[in-house]
C-alpha cells in the first residue's frame, strides 16, 4: 500500500466570537471523487464515499478525527503536531465537504496566526491504499484507508519569506525590525535540518514566528 495525499485549495475560513474569544474553522471541498486531480489520479465515487462513511463512523463521530499542520511522512497522526478536528465530513454530489475546528494546540496557534495575516491555506487528505494503471490513470483500489486531513499552507509564502531570511534581508513589522539574533536562529535552524520534512517544517516555523512577531 501506498501513502496517498491530495491538496485541494476550496476551502472558505470562518471566524466566530464566542464570550470574548474567537474560534476559527475551515470548510469547503476536502476530497473530490470520479475527478482526475491534480496528480493524476481518480479515487471512485463508491471506493470514497464508504471510506468516507467509515471515518466518520469511527473518528468523527467519536472526537478522534484529528489532522496535522504540514505533510507527515507516513499514516499516523502525531498528536503533538495536531492543529484541527474534524468536525464534519458529507456528500455533496461528487465532493466529500468537510468542516473543521482550528484547535487551540501549538499547531493549531501556528494556523491561527497564519489565517490572521492572510495567509492562503488549503487541505491535504492523507490515505493509504494502492493504485491501478486504467487508460493512464492512477485508480485508487478499494484498499484506500483515510488516515486524515491536514492543513497546508501556501507553499510559496514561507518558501519566499525563507530565501528573505537566508540572503540576510531585513523583515521589518509595527514594533521595529526582525533583529539579526531572530534572522540567525532561523538559519540556523534551516541549515541543521537533515531530511525534506525537517527543512519545510523549519521554513514554516521561522513563518509562522516571524507572523506571531505582529500581533
Do not use: C
Not at 44 to 72: A, Q, T
Not at 97 to 102: H, T, V
Amino acid at each position: 500500500m501506498l501513502l496517498i495525499t491530495e491538496h485541494t485549495d476550496n476551502i472558505n475560513l470562518i471566524t466566530e466570537g464566542t464570550d470574548g474569544s474567537k474560534e476559527y474553522h475551515i470548510e469547503g471541498i476536502f476530497m473530490e471523487a470520479d475527478k482526475k486531480n491534480r496528480n493524476g489520479r481518480v479515487y471512485p465515487k463508491k471506493i470514497l464515499f464508504n471510506e468516507v462513511k467509515r471515518y466518520n463512523e469511527d473518528f468523527v463521530s467519536k472526537n478522534r478525527g484529528m489532522g496535522e499542520l504540514g505533510h507527515p511522512d507516513g499514516p499516523t497522526v502525531n498528536l503533538e503536531r495536531v492543529s484541527h478536528i474534524i468536525k464534519e465530513l458529507k456528500t455533496d454530489g461528487t465532493n466529500i465537504m468537510g468542516k473543521a475546528k482550528i484547535l487551540d494546540t501549538p499547531y493549531g496557534k501556528i494556523v491561527k496566526n497564519l489565517i490572521d495575516e492572510g495567509v492562503k491555506i488549503g487541505v491535504s487528505s492523507r490515505g493509504m491504499g494502492s493504485l491501478k494503471n486504467v487508460d493512464g490513470i492512477n485508480e485508487v483500489q478499494d484498499d484506500f484507508l483515510l488516515a486524515a486531513v491536514d492543513i497546508v499552507a501556501d507553499p510559496s509564502a514561507p518558501n519566499a519569506f525563507v530565501e528573505g531570511v537566508m540572503e540576510g534581508k531585513e523583515w521589518v513589522w509595527n514594533n521595529g525590525v526582525l533583529e539579526p539574533r531572530h534572522i540567525e536562529s532561523y538559519k540556523d535552524r534551516i541549515q541543521k535540518a537533515s531530511t525534506i520534512r525537517e527543512s519545510n517544517e523549519a521554513k514554516l516555523y521561522a513563518f509562522a514566528d516571524f507572523l506571531s512577531k505582529l500581533i
